[in-house]
């Protein structure tokens, strides 16, 4: 069955530290990794996606196949970053729909 | 175009009711997408539409829930006497189909459920 693991609830780091989200998935085939984020009182958007390879918002994941991993980082962590941050694969056998994780909460403290 | 929008945004319902949400997509995205998340957990997959055609339902839906989109374009997904067990809140997204930029689905607000 496809599973998203995002082990921890809430994050809390403080500004200018490094963050890492950790994200592990369990699926059969080859995937389609995200990163979905929500900010305080804003709808679901798309942070980014692996098959992009892009930095947004000085944010990066990295696909490890072997490790069935695709952890969210940003070297230094802005207040502005706080929000919800969820882990989701697809495939496009499946008619594209998410399987999303639990969610992580980052907290930034200035 | 202000995104996808879902209404209402809120109900407040008691058990054994029938509810009815409305989703209108992005106007040229042919696939659109239901969810529901409870708290503490990520959004689930419910169901999905290409054009008018359900493609696919999940076995959270169970036979009081029904979704249509019948001339391709809003979405309604009504609950049929409702239980405490379906408060959550219901998201809907819209996507292009095959092709360009069709993996990226874009959100509603979300309508939020709570039965009493």
């Known amino acids: 069955a496809q599973r998203v693991t995002q082990p921890e609830k809430l994050l809390s780091v403080f500004k200018g530290a490094p963050v890492e989200l950790k994200c592990n998935y369990s699926?059969?085939?080859?995937?389609?990794l995200f990163w979905y984020v929500q900010y305080s009182r804003q709808r679901l958007q798309l942070l980014l996606r692996?098959?992009s390879r892009e930095s947004i918002k000085g944010f990066t994941a990295d696909l490890n196949k072997g490790e069935t991993s695709f952890h969210l980082k940003k070297p230094f962590a802005q207040e502005e970053d706080s929000a919800m941050y969820y882990c989701?694969?697809?495939?496009?056998?499946?008619?594209?729909?998410?399987?999303f994780g639990a969610g992580t909460i980052l907290r930034v403290k200035s | 175009d202000t995104g996808v929008s879902q209404n209402p945004r809120h109900k407040i319902t008691k058990r054994g009711q029938n509810v009815t949400f409305r989703c209108d997509p992005i106007?040229?995205?042919?696939?659109l997408y239901w969810y529901r998340q409870t708290l503490g957990q990520g959004p689930e997959f419910l169901t999905y539409?290409?054009?008018?055609?359900?493609?696919?339902k999940s076995r959270l839906l169970s036979d009081r829930f029904s979704a249509e989109r019948p001339k391709g374009s809003f979405s309604t997904l009504e609950i049929q006497r409702t239980e405490q067990g379906d408060s959550a809140m219901y998201l809907c997204?819209?996507?292009?189909?095959?092709?360009?930029?069709?993996?990226?689905?874009?959100f509603g607000p979300g309508t939020r459920l709570t039965v009493t």
């Open positions: 997204a819209s996507s292009l189909g095959a092709g360009g930029s069709s993996y990226e689905q874009y």
């Open positions: 699926y059969s085939g080859s995937p389609e």
């Open positions: 692996h098959i």
């Open positions: 989701a694969l697809t495939r496009r056998e499946y008619g594209n729909k998410l399987v």
């Open positions: 106007s040229e995205h042919n696939r």
């Open positions: 539409f290409q054009n008018e055609a359900q493609l696919e």
